[in-house]
């Protein structure tokens, strides 16, 4: 074919336009990538901040959309499984009281909320009114690392409030008061600290990075790299692992940017106990993050959360296991962090930032999943629900089967059974019972790694069942 002379200049004119076009474009992106570099260099900062400034107010001065989302987690709003009405949990699910029965859970136990309400919420429940609880509970519900540094510089530890928190006598400041603010009951520590988690907890006031600053994990991550659980989803503990490991893995050092946005969670959203007379927050990774290896640390070393007010056996309960629930799923696995989920970017105008508005991802579908997933809003939802009603419905059957056994046992004492005669059973029901709770007390109703959360549940009826036939077999009933 043969183009007329207008055809011919036509085409001209379009290469000519295009390749200016193009010009300009690579121009701009030019002067944007620049000025991007230049933003994440220097912070121009409309207030002083540093190791010492807690309140969020004026790191907000510099920062003001992260503050303002930041803000929002006073916000409630309720999903079917989640969001952020803090219902009593016992009324919903009256098995809970048979469950905890003797421990302080049996008393006040609710859904969680925003970020906003955690330290409000904590002096408030009844189970820090009502029983007596150390200061180690501040370590998840409060900004602190100020607290634990002044009363590490009060107990001697070298150097000043304003050293850079990740030099060697910050850590040593932090560790130290750590260690004291654990142990004095809760009336006196709370006095210590005033806001819920803040910037400082999670920021770098000099270059904004995402740092660790709750000394639970950075012990309890150590511990994790030294144990030989596979952890394909955490790849810097895996080449540290390879290396000398003369020194020990510090998330702080080691970990990549992408681990830091599950690991700053992780700092709170995990299983815990209070170790030994000194109440020190202890995360049981010392065998591996699954249900089974924590079970076997806390078999080592001996420890219960109580003994049951019904059947007598000592109980372990489980608390909010996000992060190693995550560990086991699909998502981690693929490299997706809790902020991609949780912390999603926003756009206003021009400027993109961290929706630091940390809460449900069904309440934000688009800027959540469906960068990833491209269906409709209704499906993505609908894949979770799905995924959460068929947990819900194994974790029915599992509580059912743990008060089961709770009340063969009961019965079985009642009828003078003695505790050596019912030893097994009692081993049965802490295995049983620690893996219902864990996936009740696991805050996504199985989302965060369906398939495992099935297996636990399975093997939590089977052992509930098993109990229930070996005191069966003692011929009581
Ligand atoms: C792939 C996306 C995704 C990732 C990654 C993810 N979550 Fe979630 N998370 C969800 C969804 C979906 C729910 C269910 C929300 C609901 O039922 O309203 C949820 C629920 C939760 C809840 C309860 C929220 C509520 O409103 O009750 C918490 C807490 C939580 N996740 C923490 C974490 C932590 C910590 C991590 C990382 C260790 C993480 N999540 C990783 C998607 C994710
Ligand atoms: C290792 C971190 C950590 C420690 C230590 C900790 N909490 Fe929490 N707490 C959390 C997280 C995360 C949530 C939100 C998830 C949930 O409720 O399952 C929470 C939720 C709560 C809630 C609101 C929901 C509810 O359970 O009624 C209360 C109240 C609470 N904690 C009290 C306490 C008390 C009392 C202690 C000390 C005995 C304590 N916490 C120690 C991390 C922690
Ligand atoms: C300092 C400890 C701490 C850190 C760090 C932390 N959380 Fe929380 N988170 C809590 C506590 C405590 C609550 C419950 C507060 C309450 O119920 O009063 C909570 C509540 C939540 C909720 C429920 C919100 C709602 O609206 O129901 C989600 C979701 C959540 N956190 C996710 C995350 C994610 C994702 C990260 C990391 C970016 C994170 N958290 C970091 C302690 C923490
Ligand atoms: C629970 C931990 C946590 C708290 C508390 C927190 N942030 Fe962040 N922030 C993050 C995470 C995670 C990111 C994403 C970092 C990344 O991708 O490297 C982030 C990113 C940022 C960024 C980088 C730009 C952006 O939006 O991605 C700024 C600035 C920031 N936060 C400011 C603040 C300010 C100001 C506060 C207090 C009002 C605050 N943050 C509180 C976890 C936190
Ligand atoms: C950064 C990308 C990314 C984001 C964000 C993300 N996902 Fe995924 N999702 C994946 C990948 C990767 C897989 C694994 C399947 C694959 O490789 O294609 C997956 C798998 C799933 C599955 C199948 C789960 C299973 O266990 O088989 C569901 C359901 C799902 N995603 C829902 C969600 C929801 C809901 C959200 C938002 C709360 C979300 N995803 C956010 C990347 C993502």
Redesign the pocket.
């Known amino acids: 074919m043969r183009l007329s002379r207008s055809g011919r200049a036509a085409l001209w004119f379009v290469a000519i336009f295009s390749a200016l076009a193009t010009a300009g474009v690579l121009a701009l992106y030019d002067n944007v990538s620049t000025r991007k570099h230049e933003a994440a260099t220097s912070i121009v900062r409309l207030a002083p901040i540093d190791e010492t400034t807690i309140d969020p107010k004026e790191w907000g001065k510099t920062f003001p959309r992260q503050y303002d989302s930041y803000s929002r987690t006073v916000d409630i709003e309720r999903t079917k499984y989640g969001g952020s009405e803090?219902v009593q949990?016992l009324d919903d699910d009256p098995l809970l009281r048979t469950i905890f029965a003797g421990y302080?859970?049996s008393i006040?136990?609710?859904?969680?909320?925003g970020h906003a309400?955690?330290l409000s919420?904590?002096r408030?429940?009844e189970?820090?009114t009502k029983k007596k609880?150390?200061g180690?509970?501040?370590?998840?519900?409060a900004s602190n690392v100020v607290a634990y540094r002044e009363a590490g510089l009060a107990a001697g530890a070298p150097g000043k409030l304003t050293d850079a928190l990740l030099s060697k006598d910050g850590i040593t400041q932090l560790m130290t008061g750590f260690e004291k603010v654990c142990a004095i009951p809760?009336d006196e520590a709370t006095k210590l600290v005033s806001h819920p988690v803040s910037c400082l907890d999670c920021h770098d006031p000099e270059s904004m990075a995402v740092r660790i600053t709750?000394p639970?994990f950075l012990n309890g991550i150590r511990a994790l790299a030294r144990s030989d659980d596979p952890v394909p989803h955490l790849p810097s503990i895996e080449r540290w692992r390879q290396g000398s490991k003369a020194a020990d893995y510090d998330p702080n050092v080691d970990a990549s940017r992408q681990e830091m946005r599950s690991m700053v969670c992780g700092?709170?959203?995990?299983?815990?106990y209070?170790k030994g007379d000194g109440k020190l927050?202890t995360?049981p990774w010392h065998n591996g993050l699954k249900v089974e290896q924590m079970e076997r640390y806390y078999d080592e070393v001996g420890f219960a959360d109580w003994t049951h007010a019904k059947s007598g056996a000592k109980v372990l309960k489980a608390?909010?296991p996000?992060f190693e629930l995550w560990s086991q799923g699909i998502h981690a696995r693929s490299g997706v962090s809790c902020a991609d989920c949780h912390m999603p970017y926003k756009r206003e105008g021009a400027q993109k930032f961290s929706d630091h508005h940390v809460n449900s991802p069904l309440l934000h579908v688009a800027r959540s999943c469906q960068t990833c997933h491209p269906y409709s809003d209704e499906e993505v939802v609908s894949r979770v629900t799905t995924i959460q009603e068929r947990t819900k419905k194994l974790l029915d059957a599992a509580e059912r089967a743990t008060v089961d056994l709770i009340d063969a046992l009961e019965k079985a004492k009642a009828a003078g059974r003695t505790d050596t005669e019912l030893a097994a059973a009692f081993d049965l029901q802490r295995k049983a019972q620690w893996r219902t709770d864990f996936v009740a007390?696991?805050?996504s109703m199985g989302f965060h790694a369906p398939q495992e959360a099935a297996r636990i549940l399975g093997e939590a009826i089977d052992y509930a069942r098993q109990g229930q036939i070996a005191v069966l077999a003692l011929g009581t009933n």
């Open positions: 803090n949990k302080a859970f006040d136990y609710r859904e969680e909320r309400y955690m919420d904590q408030e429940t189970r820090v609880q150390p180690a509970c501040l370590h998840c519900h809760y709750k639970g700092q709170c959203h995990v299983e815990y209070f927050v995360f608390q909010h996000e007390a696991e805050n």
